[in-house]
């Protein structure tokens, strides 16, 4: 993976960055959808800032971005594809501590497998990434079926970011435009494994060899379906 990134000039420069840009790039779908919403926002879009500064976390009262990577790439241990996130930030928080961000937009798209569906005993690569993820994340030996697996790579990118930037925090984002359905309950699930009910709001799930983990449910401004 490339470690050279070049300015974006619009939304439309994200477009080429998808892994099938001719079916993902279209109107009222989730990458369109956040790369109008993010290139609006120049920075964080309003509805993220606003999660992060009312959190109830004293270290968020103040958010910067430093950068932000459309499509971001994150080699996972195992082998195989890394993980493709939608949006990745570096922020720099009210205590001067780095934050590696991670944002998983979505729309009306499922999380993709389930643990079940994706079969990590398939394969000698699949459990040795499954075996990584769950030591990124501190979780226990045995996961639920019914987890998505994209929550738990995503959530572990944005460690392996904390770790590779010598960042205090990893958060994940779900960045959600339009009615979030089963995925928000899919979101709950994921919380849950870490022994708390989700909170409406920025959880703390865990903190894991001195970097401690968010997540967050975050409602998009549905305007930006129609970019």
């Known amino acids: 993976m490339s470690h050279i990134y070049v300015p974006s000039c619009g939304p439309e420069d994200w477009r080429g960055l998808l892994a099938d840009p001719e079916t993902q790039w279209r109107q009222g779908y989730s990458a369109r959808t956040t790369a109008y919403c993010w290139e609006a926002a120049g920075g964080f879009p309003a509805e993220i800032e606003s999660a992060l500064t009312h959190s109830g976390f004293a270290r968020f009262r103040q958010v910067e971005p430093l950068l932000i990577v459309p ?23 009210a205590q001067g501590d780095l934050l590696a961000l991670t944002v998983e937009a979505k729309v009306a798209e499922s999380f993709g497998p389930t643990l079940e569906e994706w079969a990590p005993a398939s394969s000698p690569g699949k459990t040795a990434r499954l075996e990584a993820i769950r030591g990124l994340l501190g979780l226990p030996q045995s996961l639920p079926d019914a987890i998505r697996y994209q929550l738990l790579h995503r959530t572990a990118s944005a460690v392996i970011e904390a770790r590779r930037f010598n960042a205090r925090s990893a958060m994940m984002i779900v960045h959600a435009f339009g009615h979030g359905g089963d995925n928000h309950a899919d979101y709950r699930r994921f919380v849950e494994l870490f022994g708390t009910p989700a909170p409406e709001g920025l959880a703390l799930l865990r903190t894991v060899d001195a970097i401690d983990i968010y997540a967050a449910w975050v409602e998009g401004d549905p305007v930006f379906l129609k970019a």
Do not use: I, M, N, W
Not at 71 to 93: C, I
């Open 71 to 93: 499509e971001y790439k994150t080699d996972l241990p195992g082998g195989g594809r890394p993980s493709q996130t939608d949006v990745f930030a570096l922020a720099k928080d």
